[in-house]
């Protein structure tokens, strides 16, 4: 497979949608020959194996996810993705990988999924709103790939970038935002093996309101560092910008971790609503680092929270 991940393709050499899907079919089917357990195969579901980081919480359920969202580009309503997510084209798609990595270039979708190995993760997510959600992604580490890229001594820091196309992105056609939406994470947060790059859910390819054809997932962070639609990916040097921290620096730093100690400016975090308990539930008390503190707390020791929030 190393020879297909080759550098600087052509827009025109970039595989359709078809073609990944069925060879990611291909990839499972190994798997299955090697004694890993898989669910029963249905038609167009991607086949993923289970794994040791997966809740056990009870899952939201297709709708929830799909429909209750975050994504401006198509809009600042909750029910605006869903609606018009749907213009979105995905297929072909392209990321551009650069920076501070010894194999940079535009690597075709497949290329960049091809030999990773997919995983179905049930993560919880804490939106910095103060609802929460369990969705069972499915991907793979982005340390998997950045390895594969080569990452060079010098690269401190992982900053990605979404799509920019107002013609089918039609939040892009405010300005409320400096589009495209960027984020970044210091680079032992990017090798974390919490940290996934998700190409679905719910064993099916992503909707385009969740971030199709692939995006972030750090589940120890509000969920607006998870950022979707991702076509470009750059090792740098130093702390590259994220658009909430841009925006509003007073309100969203660059760290993002679910701290429930440490309040917005303009709410508390001690709790959360989880989507589908109905609006007359308890609130649910938020988990330092959203519940993952045993594997990512050591990333942060020494550091003042309160100030690197
Ligand atoms: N490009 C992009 N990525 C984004 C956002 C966005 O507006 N644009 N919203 C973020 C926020 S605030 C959250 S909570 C999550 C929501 O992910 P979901 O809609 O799949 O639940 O996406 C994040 N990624
Ligand atoms: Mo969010």
Same mark, same amino acid.
């Given at each position: 497979?190393?020879?297909?991940?080759?550098?600087?393709?052509?827009?025109?050499?970039?595989?359709?949608?078809?073609?990944?899907?069925?060879?990611?079919?291909?990839?499972?089917?190994?798997?299955?020959?090697?004694?890993?357990?898989?669910?029963?195969?249905?038609?167009?579901?991607?086949?993923?194996?289970?794994?040791?980081?997966?809740?056990?919480?009870?899952?939201?359920?297709?709708?929830?996810?799909?429909?209750?969202?975050?994504?401006?580009?198509?809009?600042?309503?909750?029910?605006?993705?869903?609606?018009?997510?749907?213009?979105?084209?995905?297929?072909?798609?392209?990321?551009?990988?650069?920076?501070?990595?010894?194999?940079?270039?535009?690597?075709?979708?497949?290329?960049?999924?091809?030999?990773?190995?997919?995983?179905?993760?049930?993560?919880?997510?804490?939106?910095? %709103?103060?609802?929460?959600?369990?969705?069972?992604?499915?991907?793979?580490?982005?340390?998997?790939?950045?390895?594969?890229?080569?990452?060079?001594?010098?690269?401190?820091?992982?900053?990605?970038?979404?799509?920019?196309?107002?013609?089918?992105?039609?939040?892009?056609?405010?300005?409320?935002?400096?589009?495209?939406?960027?984020?970044?994470?210091?680079?032992?947060?990017?090798?974390?093996?919490?940290?996934?790059?998700?190409?679905?859910?719910?064993? %099916?390819?992503?909707?385009?309101?969740?971030?199709?054809?692939?995006?972030?997932?750090?589940?120890?962070?509000?969920?607006?560092?998870?950022?979707?639609?991702?076509?470009?990916?750059?090792?740098?040097?130093?702390?590259?910008?994220?658009?909430?921290?841009?925006?509003?620096?007073? %309100?969203?730093?660059?760290?993002?971790?679910?701290?429930?100690?440490?309040?917005?400016?303009?709410?508390?975090?001690?709790? %959360?609503?989880?989507?589908?308990?109905?609006?007359?539930?308890?609130?649910?008390?938020?988990?330092?680092?959203?519940?993952?503190?045993?594997?990512?707390?050591?990333?942060?020791?020494?550091?003042?929270?309160?100030?690197?929030?």
């Amino acid at each position: 497979m190393a020879e297909r991940f080759r550098p600087d393709l052509r827009w025109s050499d970039v595989t359709p949608r078809d073609a990944w899907l069925s060879r990611r079919r291909l990839i499972a089917a190994g798997g299955a020959a090697a004694g890993i357990a898989l669910a029963a195969p249905a038609a167009a579901r991607i086949e993923a194996a289970p794994s040791r980081w997966s809740t056990d919480e009870r899952q939201n359920s297709f709708e929830d996810i799909t429909r209750y969202n975050n994504f401006y580009e198509f809009g600042t309503g909750k029910e605006d993705p869903a609606a018009n997510a749907h213009r979105l084209t995905t297929d072909p798609w392209a990321v551009v990988i650069d920076g501070l990595v010894d194999r940079p270039g535009t690597y075709d979708l497949a290329d960049v999924l091809a030999g990773q190995p997919m995983e179905e993760r049930i993560y919880r997510l804490r939106c910095v %709103e103060a609802w929460s959600m369990v969705v069972p992604w499915i991907g793979f580490e982005l340390a998997g790939l950045l390895s594969r890229v080569g990452v060079q001594p010098s690269a401190k820091y992982v900053a990605f970038q979404t799509l920019l196309r107002p013609e089918e992105m039609v939040g892009q056609r405010s300005r409320m935002i400096d589009w495209p939406y960027v984020e970044g994470l210091r680079l032992d947060e990017a090798m974390h093996p919490l940290t996934i790059l998700a190409t679905g859910l719910y064993g %099916e390819p992503m909707p385009n309101q969740n971030g199709a054809p692939i995006r972030l997932v750090v589940p120890w962070k509000y969920g607006f560092k998870s950022i979707k639609s991702i076509v470009r990916i750059s090792l740098t040097a130093d702390e590259p910008p994220c658009t909430w921290n841009v925006l509003q620096p007073g %309100e969203y730093g660059f760290y993002a971790n679910v701290n429930p100690e440490v309040d917005h400016p303009r709410w508390s975090q001690a709790t %959360e609503r989880r989507i589908g308990d109905g609006l007359l539930a308890r609130r649910r008390p938020t988990l330092m680092f959203n519940g993952y503190a045993e594997h990512v707390a050591g990333l942060y020791a020494g550091m003042d929270l309160a100030r690197y929030y």
